[in-house]
């Protein structure tokens, strides 16, 4: 199979690429950027793989996108393009490729009105298809599938750095995008129940949880794995979907602050007569940091599903983890190559693309992953990649 992977200079390109050069039957990976050729081309050069060719492509131009996407299976938009995730999209369609992304920010109803015409060429584009809407998504269809009626589903996420602050020298570290982090720690907590969408406070529901690292403290975010379970299964009588995350103490406390402090604005501010972004200020003293002299940060990511319900007439819970350990061989296998950061979103892409380019998701149109890929296949591989996957089901009293 032929894929075509845009953002390449991205984090999650990156281990979208070692993924897929790690798989026999993907002979050709198509990867392009517009902006920071340099370090994609230095990418290409370090992977030294036959397989790779490199461009430089503004994806959002639909017309040059999909004549670059021609001869190839599938699309792999990894490039962060508010406001025009659909124009990738529809070159995709016009190419003949399967689509997928791991977010367009808000483009779903844009996206989801182009279903006929993927239908009717027998293609397929699946959207937020990343870690967590995702991944966590299809963590949710795989312990529904396992039960007969399901009541609630509640997800209990961590990004923890396991090294101590006390042998760090940055004041900040973070294991994903910075500005995500600070927009999730300031808005809405997004629940479902009884039937209806809930914005609660931030960070709103606070409880200790048992993580394999250790016990943190998971809170509410503007996720949006409630709404969208909800109306994917609005048929199995769920009563309550609720998605929490923790970090660690230390990055919670430091979050929170700049946060109250109103670091996460995006709306301009008057300081001295000049209109200034409080989150631009941020950004720009974070990035004047030196760089990190004591040990690095360390991330593990753990995400659990719990699925409560009834199996054979017995209340019944299902419990799913999916781990990134950064002491695991899978994790030395990619950061070896030159995976860095919160690098597993790119990994679930990758995944979902192989399956698309393999005929392994049937269904087409426009989906949700949880709406139409194998969610028992998914974990599989998601545990033959090299994740730590545990899944655990007990009778509830």
């Given at each position: 199979?032929?894929i ?16 897929l ?19 994609l ?7 030294g ?36 995730f ?36 027998g ?25 007969e ?73 503007p996720h ?19 998605y ?8 919670e ?14 709306e ?16 720009a ?40 350990d950064p002491?695991s ?25 192989v ?11 426009v ?21 730590e ?5 007990r009778?509830?009293?």
């Open positions: 199979m032929k075509a992977l845009t953002g390449g200079a991205g984090i999650q390109a990156m281990s979208a690429m070692i993924y050069l790690d798989q026999e039957d993907v002979d050709e990976i198509f990867v392009s950027d517009v902006r920071h050729l340099e370090r081309e230095q990418r290409i050069a370090r992977l793989d036959r397989r790779l060719r490199v461009s430089c492509l503004d994806c959002t131009d639909e017309d040059a996108a999909a004549q670059a996407f021609t001869g190839y299976d599938v699309v792999i938009n990894s490039a962060m393009v508010k406001g025009r659909v124009n990738v999209t529809r070159a995709a369609l016009a190419a003949g490729a399967h689509y997928l992304d791991m977010t367009s920010l808000g483009e779903e109803p844009l996206q989801f009105e182009l279903n006929d015409e993927f239908e009717k060429r293609l397929t584009a699946i959207l937020d298809m990343g870690t967590a809407p995702g991944l966590s998504n299809i963590m949710a269809a795989y312990c529904i599938e396992r039960l009626r399901t009541e609630s589903i509640d997800f209990a996420w961590g990004v923890i750095n396991v090294t101590p602050a006390d042998r760090q020298t940055r004041p900040m570290q973070w294991g994903y995008g910075f500005e995500g982090i600070m927009h999730l720690m300031s808005g809405p907590s997004i629940v479902y129940e009884d039937g209806e969408i809930k914005r609660l406070e931030p960070r709103a529901m606070p409880e200790p949880y048992p993580f394999k690292s250790g016990e943190q403290v998971i809170a509410g975010m949006r794995e409630p709404e969208m379970l909800a109306e994917s299964f609005a048929d199995a009588g769920i009563r309550r979907i609720r929490r995350q923790a970090f660690d103490a230390e990055s406390r430091k979050y929170a602050f700049l946060r109250d402090l109103g670091f996460a604005s995006h301009p501010i008057d300081v001295n007569g000049a209109q200034v972004a409080p989150y631009d200020v941020l950004w003293l974070i990035e004047r940091l030196p760089p990190e002299r004591g040990q690095p940060a360390r991330f593990v990511s753990e995400g659990n599903c719990i699925a409560r319900g009834t199996k054979d007439g017995v209340r019944t819970e299902v419990r799913l983890m999916v781990r990134t002491d061989e899978m994790h030395r296998h990619f950061t070896s190559r030159g995976a860095y950061g919160s690098y597993r979103t790119g990994i679930c892409a990758a995944i979902t693309a399956m698309l380019g393999r005929g392994e998701v049937t269904k087409r149109g989906y949700r992953p949880e709406q139409c890929v194998p969610a028992t296949d998914y974990i599989r591989e998601q545990r033959r990649v090299g994740m996957v545990e899944e655990a089901v009778e509830l009293e």
